[in-house]
């Protein structure tokens, strides 16, 4: 496992600023990286477990960052290191790589979708809808308390011209805890041991109905239950 060094949440605004202001030049020289290099597909899914949504995170490890992208080459490495943020570079933004690891569909409808890490697709939702979610909508604000969460559920912020989401990589003690986040176009997609469950201006954020651990071996009636 890929961790970065101890930071703060107000570091981390930092550099979403960062990101706004670079993001206003876009060369068109690489434009075109995601038509060159992101051919995969989607499929439904019967099940998905935080388990499963564990896996699926980490091979975007050290891969990039992109505002409104998607898709990831799963070599290890930014493929597109000098383009701005939204220069049509490698790799998801906060919201789109959530999007993918909980298995959302893009109609906003219950239920499980597989994404290729090479698909090219960000989904509807940006952090304005994660930290205000809708009652019907596929996800849920829960309290940041260490008994309210588990890994892969959510920390989430927003203002006026920022916001952020991070998934619960593991449970941590004293307010910190590592997380798994696509950060920002200076280092990418990351883990990070950041306070984000003690900032006062974050939420928790849950994926509705995931599948249980113990499906399809689960006590009782036999019916596949949801969590």
């Known amino acids: 496992m890929s961790m970065r060094k101890p930071t703060t949440a107000a570091r981390v605004v930092i550099a979403c600023v960062a990101i706004v202001v670079s993001g206003l030049h876009a060369p068109t020289a690489q434009a075109a990286w995601p038509d060159d290099n992101c051919f995969g597909g989607s499929n439904d899914m019967s099940t998905w477990k935080r388990s499963q949504a564990y896996t699926y995170a980490q091979p975007a490890v050290n891969e990039g960052y992109e505002l409104g992208g998607g898709c990831y080459k799963l070599n290890n490495r930014d493929d597109t290191p000098l383009l701005p943020a939204d220069g049509g570079g490698e790799g998801a933004d906060c919201s789109g790589f959530v999007f993918k690891v909980w298995g959302l569909k893009l109609d906003g409808s219950g239920g499980y979708r597989y994404w290729d890490h090479e698909k090219e697709v960000h989904g509807p ?6 930290v205000e979610p809708d009652s019907s909508d596929p996800f849920k604000t829960i309290s940041k308390s260490y008994s309210s969460t588990q890994y892969m559920d959510a920390f989430v912020w927003r203002w006026p011209d920022l916001g952020h989401i991070a998934m619960i990589q593991a449970e941590g003690s004293g307010g910190f805890d590592y997380v798994i986040h696509a950060r920002n176009n200076d280092v ?6 950041i306070d984000y469950r003690q900032a006062s201006y974050t939420k928790g954020l849950m994926r509705k109905a995931w599948t249980p651990e113990c499906y399809p071996k689960c006590p009782g009636s036999g019916t596949r239950a949801t969590l």
């Open 188 to 193: 990418g997609t990351v883990i990070d041991w």
């Open 125 to 130: 939702y940006s952090t304005w809808q994660y």
